[in-house]
């Protein structure tokens, strides 16, 4: 089945840029919506954006600092969060969403990236 | 945006007995574009309902949804020892996606 899993590093400085891929197995990407989605530590999740076919749509809350792009190779998507401030702590997933379900379906495991200088 | 608003935050059951599950939306949304996500400490969610109504591949029939418009509902029919999570709704009938806040499972 297919299956994600998330990469990047675990701790960023405030005013860089987080920047994460999500690697997809299983399966191709070309069909799917693939999305970022975060979640701080004891809170609730919040949607970054997703990609599907060419076209990028974004969480106004963030628009102006976040680029979702396909990767190089087929299977990977990845994520910039530019100035980023303690704010943006938070376990980062990668979901899928196949356009005639919806849902977020399957999701990576996640990843914790600590703002901290 | 649309907001959503789950009741009740907490909600304290045995096992065996009947979880129903509210999410609350502050517009009506879009051809019953709601899901319903299972999380456990530590873990990823998992997607449990598509469509308001329709299970996800490989989740038991004791969970159901129901609901259109503003009003949904999560019920688990019979809670078994693995169903105490966090449940959270979500819609993607309208841009931002949004997500409750979540009703936390727990034991009584």
């Known amino acids: 089945q297919v299956q994600l899993q998330e990469s990047g590093p675990g701790l960023v400085k405030p005013s860089e840029t987080l920047s994460l891929t999500c690697t997809v197995s299983g399966g191709s990407i070309s069909s799917y919506y693939l999305s970022w989605i975060r979640q701080p530590p004891g809170k609730g999740l919040e949607w970054i954006a997703y990609?599907?076919?060419?076209?990028?749509n974004y969480n106004p809350s963030l628009k102006s600092r976040v680029t979702i792009s396909v990767g190089t190779s087929t299977n990977q998507f990845s994520l910039n969060l530019s100035s980023v401030t303690a704010a943006d702590t938070a376990v980062y997933y990668c979901?899928?969403?196949?356009?005639?379900?919806?849902?977020?379906?399957?999701w990576g495991q996640g990843t914790l990236v600590t703002v901290s200088s | 945006e649309i907001v959503l608003t789950q009741s009740p935050g907490t909600l304290s059951l045995s096992p065996g007995e009947r979880a129903t599950l509210s999410c609350r939306a502050s517009q009506g949304v879009s051809s019953s574009f709601l899901a319903w996500h299972q999380q456990k400490p530590g873990q990823a969610p998992r997607l449990l309902i598509y469509?308001?109504?329709s299970r996800a591949t490989g989740i038991p029939d004791r969970f159901s949804g129901s609901g259109s418009g503003t009003d949904f509902t999560l019920t688990i029919s019979r809670l078994e020892p693995e169903d105490f999570a966090v449940y959270y709704c979500q819609q993607y009938g309208s841009s931002p996606i949004t997500f409750g806040q979540g009703t936390r499972l727990e034991i009584k």
């Open positions: 979901a899928l969403t196949a356009a005639h379900r919806g849902g977020f379906d399957p």
């Open positions: 990609i599907y076919s060419g076209s990028t």
């Open positions: 469509g308001a109504s």
